[in-house]
């Protein structure tokens, strides 16, 4: 009979926290480098791209590296739409708000459920329809308020739709990724080579490497983005122990609240009336697209019974 403790360490609940922890804390003390010590943005991605090879590492340890051409192609799609977000997010922070930010952020399953629609045919489910147009209705929202009742049409606005767009599309590789069997590690290592792929387009957007800043500055970047990189590696530690469709929706919905939650309490602002609405909106509606998204995929796997890849002579390398 398994012990209390073999059942906590196979469940996806311990590791979901820690995700909802690590990136609501992140999200919402990310700026605080170049809100406070005039740290570069591009510098912040730079820390961040550095950090995400501890987790790349740790991901890959008893796991097989696919070498297949297609899990390269795969790999830097996923991985430079990824980096390419983040590097617009750390500008975007600069700006805007955090805690508009990220809901708006969030409804990037509308992006990956538009191209599914568009590009493979497929059908939107009601609920992801809902989750679509309570999404639509937050942008307008978030467009006409920035938290304390005045008018935008900002520069952080542009660049968080932009973030939401790359993010859903790279939802939509990584899931072709999945159909031609290339694994989790392997997704990730991509992740992690295509954000050092951009650290010198970083560099030139913060004018040099900023050798000058007070130390207080690249050490708290680490320490957030170390909070960012390590909660990628435990959404593929969650995924890999819970059914998706209670895992996605869950993670989704939780790590905004608590960013929403803490930069609130943290710089003592109250959004708007319709500021508010449209946090709300964006995340029940990015809530209902994934977990309608998550469970047409059961349902379809349940449908067409147990699937076999044939991976034929791809080269595989395990790390020990």
Same mark, same amino acid.
């Given at each position: 009979?398994?012990?209390?403790? $073999?059942?906590?360490?196979?469940? *996806?609940?311990?590791? &979901?926290? @820690?995700?909802?922890?690590? %990136? =609501? !804390?992140?999200?919402? /003390?990310?700026?605080?480098?170049?809100?406070?010590?005039?740290?570069?943005?591009?510098?912040?991605?730079?820390?961040?791209?550095?950090?995400?090879?501890?987790?790349?590492?740790?991901?890959?340890?008893?796991?097989?590296?696919?070498?297949?051409?297609?899990?390269?192609?795969?790999?830097?799609?996923?991985?430079?739409?990824?980096?390419?977000?983040?590097?617009?997010?750390?500008?975007?922070?600069?700006?805007?708000?955090?805690?508009?930010?990220?809901?708006?952020?969030?409804?990037?399953?509308?992006?990956?459920?538009?191209?599914?629609?568009?590009?493979?045919?497929?059908?939107?489910?009601?609920?992801?329809?809902?989750?679509?147009?309570?999404?639509?209705?937050?942008?307008?929202?978030?467009?006409?308020?920035?938290?304390?009742? $005045?008018?935008?049409?900002?520069? *952080?606005?542009?660049? &968080?739709? @932009?973030?939401?767009?790359? %993010? =859903? !599309?790279?939802?939509? /590789?990584?899931?072709?990724?999945?159909?031609?069997?290339?694994?989790?590690?392997?997704?990730?290592?991509?992740?992690?080579?295509?954000?050092?792929?951009?650290?010198?387009?970083?560099?030139?957007?913060?004018?040099?490497?900023?050798?000058?800043?007070?130390?207080?500055?690249?050490?708290?970047?680490?320490?957030?983005?170390?909070?960012?990189?390590?909660?990628?590696?435990?959404?593929?530690?969650?995924?890999?122990?819970?059914?998706?469709?209670?895992?996605?929706?869950?993670?989704?919905?939780?790590?905004?609240?608590?960013?929403?939650?803490?930069?609130?309490?943290?710089?003592?602002?109250?959004?708007?009336?319709?500021?508010?609405?449209?946090?709300?909106?964006?995340?029940?509606?990015?809530?209902?697209?994934?977990?309608?998204?998550?469970?047409?995929?059961?349902?379809?796997?349940?449908? &067409?019974?147990?699937?076999?890849?044939?991976? =034929?002579?791809?080269?595989?390398?395990?790390?020990?």
């Amino acid at each position: 009979m398994p012990t209390t403790l $073999s059942r906590i360490s196979s469940s *996806w609940i311990p590791y &979901a926290g @820690l995700l909802v922890l690590f %990136w =609501g !804390v992140w999200g919402a /003390f990310s700026a605080v480098p170049t809100s406070d010590y005039g740290y570069p943005d591009g510098m912040v991605y730079v820390v961040w791209a550095l950090t995400m090879i501890i987790p790349a590492v740790a991901a890959l340890r008893g796991n097989r590296l696919d070498r297949r051409p297609i899990a390269a192609v795969y790999g830097l799609l996923v991985g430079l739409t990824g980096a390419g977000g983040q590097l617009l997010l750390f500008k975007a922070l600069t700006i805007g708000p955090a805690y508009l930010i990220f809901p708006l952020i969030a409804l990037s399953p509308a992006i990956t459920v538009l191209m599914a629609t568009a590009l493979l045919r497929e059908r939107i489910p009601r609920l992801a329809a809902v989750g679509v147009i309570a999404a639509l209705i937050a942008v307008v929202l978030f467009s006409v308020s920035d938290g304390d009742g $005045s008018a935008t049409g900002g520069l *952080w606005l542009v660049l &968080a739709i @932009l973030i939401c767009v790359a %993010w =859903g !599309v790279q939802a939509y /590789f990584m899931r072709k990724a999945a159909t031609v069997g290339v694994n989790d590690a392997t997704t990730f290592t991509w992740m992690t080579i295509s954000g050092l792929l951009l650290v010198p387009v970083a560099i030139w957007m913060a004018g040099g490497l900023a050798l000058d800043a007070p130390w207080q500055a690249p050490t708290l970047a680490a320490v957030t983005q170390l909070l960012n990189a390590v909660g990628a590696l435990f959404l593929v530690m969650a995924f890999s122990r819970g059914k998706a469709s209670i895992v996605a929706p869950t993670t989704n919905a939780l790590a905004p609240v608590l960013t929403v939650i803490l930069s609130l309490v943290v710089y003592q602002k109250v959004p708007s009336v319709y500021a508010t609405i449209g946090i709300v909106l964006a995340i029940v509606g990015s809530t209902l697209m994934v977990y309608a998204d998550e469970k047409r995929g059961e349902a379809a796997a349940n449908t &067409a019974g147990p699937l076999t890849l044939d991976r =034929g002579n791809a080269p595989d390398v395990t790390v020990p």
